[in-house]
């Protein structure tokens, strides 16, 4: 075999680049590891639903559209977006009472001020609110770490204020993050995170300020980038948490495992999705022996008892 001396210009541009590979932001463990703390009562898979409360600034920030390009004032996507927090919000948070669900709320704190009634009737209902911004019309990509840091802190004083707790865990507007995002949320008072897919299994991330706990955060079992994002029917997303569940319940026999689903008011809420979400609801719940259908608070707090995450 005969070898060129001469690489192509990208490649040998590369080979002098003298930033190694990889983001050194959190160790590799690969599954084959050694497994972590079992969940309580001897179950195997810890579940979570989370349900996005979200609020927008009309004709300013980012917005999640169902009908593309239409000119402001959009009053058609506004309206679609407030039927969530109207109706189908609502919807939702009964459909997971009624399979004994408790609700992981990822709260836009503008929604106490919009929509007071539906987070009233979320904490009747036992729901843990997560930090998930002030408006999603927000994002905190570009921000500064000052910026940033008074952002977080912003939020979890509102919730602390509403709620008498504050909250533990924080998922970014639009998974959005800056450089020192871990080490703001860490400063911040966050324990855990619910923005990363790394692993299944719970993943300590570690900062100059201290550690954070990354929980599984669904990127595809997700509403927002699988049915607006890619364009999947409501079948074919509770299709997915099907066979997501149904994998992931098989695997835990090895070891303890969390699977989360994200689902958001105006999305998933619209009735005709809803039927759907319910069939994929009713099939998880059939395995309620095996399987420990939680909140992250709890996840957080059954691992710090044991030792913490990976």
């Known amino acids: 075999m005969t070898h ?11 080979a002098q680049d003298t930033v190694p590979p990889g983001h050194g932001l959190w160790p590799y463990r690969p599954i084959t590891a050694p497994a972590g703390p079992a969940w309580p009562d001897g179950r195997r898979l810890a579940v ?25 004032p959009d009053l058609v996507n506004t309206s679609w977006r407030d039927y969530g927090n109207r109706v189908g919000a609502f919807r939702l948070l009964e459909r997971l009472d009624r399979a004994g669900i408790p609700p992981t709320v990822l709260l836009n704190t503008a929604v106490y001020d919009s929509a007071p009634e539906l987070v009233a009737t979320a904490r009747r209902l036992g729901a843990e609110f997560v930090g998930h911004g002030i408006s ?14 008074a952002y977080l802190a912003a939020v979890a004083a509102r919730i602390t204020a509403e709620e008498g707790t504050p909250p533990g865990g924080w998922s970014s507007p639009w998974l959005t993050q800056t450089p020192s995002t871990l080490d703001n949320l860490v400063d911040a008072g966050y324990r855990y995170l619910l923005d990363l897919r790394i692993d299944d299994r719970p993943v300590t991330l570690t900062t ?13 079992v997700n509403d927002s980038t699988t049915i607006i994002g890619r364009g999947a029917s409501a079948r074919e997303f509770a299709d997915m948490i099907v066979d997501e569940f149904d994998e992931l319940l098989e695997r835990s026999e090895e070891q303890p495992l969390v699977m989360s689903v994200v ?15 319910d069939r994929a609801l009713r099939h998880m719940t059939e395995q309620r022996d095996r399987v420990w259908f939680t909140q992250p608070r709890a996840i957080a707090a059954h691992l710090s008892t044991r030792g913490g995450a990976a």
């Open 263 to 277: 689902v958001h008011s105006f999305i998933s809420g619209a009735p005709f999705r809803l039927r759907a979400l």
């Open 136 to 149: 999603n019309s927000d994002s905190l990509a570009g921000l500064s770490t000052h910026d940033e840091a």
């Open 4 to 14: 060129d001396s001469t690489l192509p210009e990208t490649v040998a541009s590369a």
């Open 48 to 72: 979570y639903v989370a349900v996005g409360l979200e609020e927008y600034r009309f004709g300013v920030g980012r917005t999640e559209d169902v009908v593309p390009d239409v000119p402001v």
């Open 208 to 220: 100059p300020s201290g550690a954070i706990t990354a929980l599984p955060y669904a990127l595809e």
